[in-house]
C-alpha cells in the first residue's frame, strides 16, 4: 500500500543523509543537498497507473518539477509528460519522452511554438477559439497531433484562490456555457479536434470538484458527439490537481480513490470508449523531495531563537509568502546526520536571502539547534526547484536521487550544485553559453 499521505519520516532522511556524508556529497562546507525518493516515485507513479485503464496517458506535469533525472524516471516506468510552455516540452525530449505521449498545455503559445508542437506530433490542448483559429492556419493533413480543446468545467473556486482555475473568473480555457453553445459548430468546421481538456486546479481543491468537473465534462463530449452524429470526441484529459499532503488539515484523496468515483461517476471512462489522459504533478513528486541545510549561524532575536540557513524563499516562495497556505514539515539533525535527543524548544527559521520576510519556520519545535546543524526540510518534491527563485542570486543546491539497496541507500547525483562562477555566469550577457565571460573559467 502506498502512503499518500507522508514521505520518508525523519529517521529515513537521516540515513540518508549519513550515505550522502559517507560519500562526500555533505562535507561541512556544502551548506544544503536536495534529495529525491526514487523508490517512493516509483511506488506512487505504479500506483496511479493501476487505479486507470491501461490505454491511459498519465502525462506528469513537468512543471511541478523539471529536474531531467527525475523526468526520466517516470518516463522509464510507462508515463508521458505535461508541457507547460515550449521550452517544457524540450525538457520532455531530452527525458527521452516520445513526442506522441507529451501534452503542451500553454496558454500563450506562439505560432512558432504551434509549428514545433505539430511537426514533432505533440498532442496540444488549444486555450481558446483564437488558438483553435490559428491551429487551422498552421497544421497540414499530414500533421499527427491529438488536438482538443481546453474548457473551464466552472465548478468553483477551491480553498487556495491562485491555484484554482475553475471559477468565474479563471484565465484558462473556454467556459463551459460558452463551449456548450460555441464548440458545436467549431467542431463542424474544424474536423480534426477529437479531444477535451479540463483542469480544476492544483491544491486545495476538493474531491467534489474534481468529479464535478468529470461529469459535466463528459456531459459536454456526449452533447458534442451526438451533434456530430459520431464519437469523434474520444480522448478526455482529466488535468492534475489531486492535492498533496502539508499539514495535518490537508485532504488526502488517493488516486484509485479518485478512479473508483470516476468509475462509478462516468463509466464510458472505463470501458475502452473514451482514452484518458492525466496530468498529476503535485500528488506524486511533493513527498519524494527534502533538503537539508546548514545552519550558519543561530541569534536570540527579543524573545525568539533564530536559526539561520541556507535555503529559503529561493526555494521555498509560496511557503515565505503564503504560509497560511503553504508549509513544510521541518526538524534537526546533528552535523553527523544523526536525530538528536532531548527536548524540543520553539525556533524561528530563517532563509539566506536579504528580504525580512524570509521566514521558512515560526515557532518550530527544534530538538538541540546548534551552528553547524542540519535543518530538514519535508515536502519540496513539487512547485519548489520549478520555482527558484535568483533573488540574491544563490546557487541551485546539488540534487541526489535516493532508493533503498539491501546495504542502505544508493544516491545518484541528479544535479550537481552551481557555483558562485555559474550564478554570474546566468546573468552575464550570454548566460554563460558563449566563448567568454564569467561562466568561462567553471
Ligand atoms: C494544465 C495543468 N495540468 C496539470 C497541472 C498539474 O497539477 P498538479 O500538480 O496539482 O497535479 C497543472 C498545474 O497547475 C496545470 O496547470
Known sequence: MVNWSRGPETAECAAVVRAAI???????????????????????????RSAFPVSTLHAV?????PLVEVLKHVVGRGAGLEAASIEEVEIALAAGCDPSRIVFDSPAKTAAEICRALDLGVMINADNVAELRRLADLRRADHRSVIGV????MVGVGRIATTSVAGTDSKFGIPLDRARAELPALLEEMPWITALHVHVGSQGCSLDQLLDSAVAIEALRVQLNGGLGTDRIDVVDLGGGLPSVYTSTDDVIAPDEYANALRRLVPSWFDGT????????????AHCGWAVSRVEY????????????HLGADLLLRAVYRPEDWSHRLASLDASGEVPTGDPIPWTVGGPLCFAGDIIGRDVPLVDVRAGSLVLIRD????????????????????????????????????????????????????????????EDH
Open 22 to 48: 559517507e560519500q562526500r556529497h555533505l562535507d561541512e562546507d556544502v551548506q544544503s543537498v536536495v534529495f529525491h525518493d526514487m523508490d517512493l516515485l516509483s511506488q506512487r507513479f505504479d500506483a496511479l
Open 61 to 65: 506535469a513537468i512543471k511541478a518539477n
Open 150 to 153: 481546453r474548457v473551464n468545467p
Open 274 to 285: 473514451v482514452r484518458l489522459v492525466t496530468e498529476f504533478g503535485r500528488v506524486l513528486q
Open 298 to 309: 543561530v541569534k536570540r532575536i527579543g524573545d525568539a531563537r533564530l536559526a539561520v540557513v
Open 380 to 439: 519540496i518534491g513539487a512547485y519548489t526547484m520549478s520555482m527558484w527563485s535568483r533573488h540574491c542570486s544563490r546557487g541551485l543546491p546539488l540534487v541526489l536521487g535516493h532508493a533503498a539497496t539491501s546495504s542502505g541507500s544508493d544516491l545518484s547525483v541528479i544535479r550537481r550544485a552551481e557555483s558562485p562562477g555559474d550564478v554570474a555566469a546566468f546573468w552575464s550577457v550570454d548566460g554563460g553559453r558563449g566563448a567568454s565571460g564569467p561562466g
